[in-house]
């Protein structure tokens, strides 16, 4: 089994989850070939691990000299599976892989723009020479076997896991002293760039149902603070609830100061990253019901969930911890355990070599018949 990954490694932090499960997999001796830009941060973790480099990605969707330079090194490197992790490595692998005894995976990580009517879908997900599709919550998987004609075996569940030890570095920040927050009032904080789908309006609704409760929203991102959001507070006399960090690169240490993390998506976000990582360091989560990010959250163990869309729904649940303190300790000291039992690193990899062994199998009876 020779596996190439193409995907996008230049963020050390962002890529982790994912960069990780092909460092463990080499470690644990499968032949490792990484196609990823020549100036990611993480190629040397990758060689670290004994894993193969390639510095070089592919830029431009549907073009015959990428796509060539793909099919080169599938069959220079006897490659076996190749995994797609973004839409223009997919489109390219796709088309570079006709006619070659490989293996096809795709990657799928959001919720939504799938469709057996849409021309688009089927260069990437719904394309037939695709093997299997990687999905990282089941609310995913769902989406997408909705979609598959025949054949629904092909999408799977196998979330980008995380592990403790990646956090336990992390010293929190004392931002209530930076910006002068008593530590009787509970700290919220949610980490996002302001995109609709964010549902960061519903949010600030919220907050103006709380008017004078011990609360303050941290929020973190660019173009949070815009005029509409900025306007809303004013009108309900919130602004001093919500306070506006924009970019920082001390996030991790920030919301490791926080009491909960509260993330108002409306669609689309499968299982968010920064919800798993402030369950890593001992934050409270509250969630809304959207698929994926419902299943990061044990109701009652390890966080709360509010429906989307309604921030009479979320200010209820942000009062509730305000009045029980006890409850949110609860939730506090839940949220790491529930990650290490339930969306952990190391069960991500053996799921990913169950998945090998079930492709493999496949292709060992698809040779008798």
Known sequence: ??????????????????????????????????????????????????CKIIGWHPIKRHNRSEIKKIRELILEHNITHLHLYNSVSSVNGIAAAKGLPVKVLLYRGYAGNIHWLDPLSYRKYLHPRVDGIQCNSSGVQQLVQKHLWRNKEK??????????????SVEAHNIRQELGISDDQILLVNVANNRKMKG????LQAMSYLVGQPVILLLIGREMDTVENLSFL????????????????????????????????IKGESITRSILEAMSLGVAQIVTDIPGNVELVEEGVSGLVAQ??????????IKQLIDDRELLAQFKENAPKHIDKHLNHTTTVDKMEEWYRTLDKKKDLDKNI
């Not at 989307?308 to 649940?317: D, P, Q, T």
């Open 200 to 203: 960061i309006p519903y949010l």
């Open 155 to 168: 999408a799977v569940t196998i979330s980008k896991g995380h592990s403790l030890d990646w956090y336990s």
């Open 308 to 317: 989307m869309k309604n921030g009479a729904a979320l200010s209820k649940a």
């Open 1 to 50: 089994m020779k596996i190439m990954v193409i995907s996008n490694y230049r963020s050390q932090h962002t890529a982790r989850p994912e960069a990780e499960i092909f460092v463990s997999l080499a470690q644990r001796g499968y032949d490792i070939t990484i196609v990823t830009y020549p100036d990611a941060d993480y190629i040397p973790r990758f060689e670290a691990a004994g």
């Open 234 to 265: 004013r009108k309900a006399n919130a602004t001093q609830m919500v306070k506006f960090l924009g970019y920082r690169t001390d996030v991790l240490e920030i919301v490791k100061s926080c009491d909960v993390f509260v993330s108002s998506s």
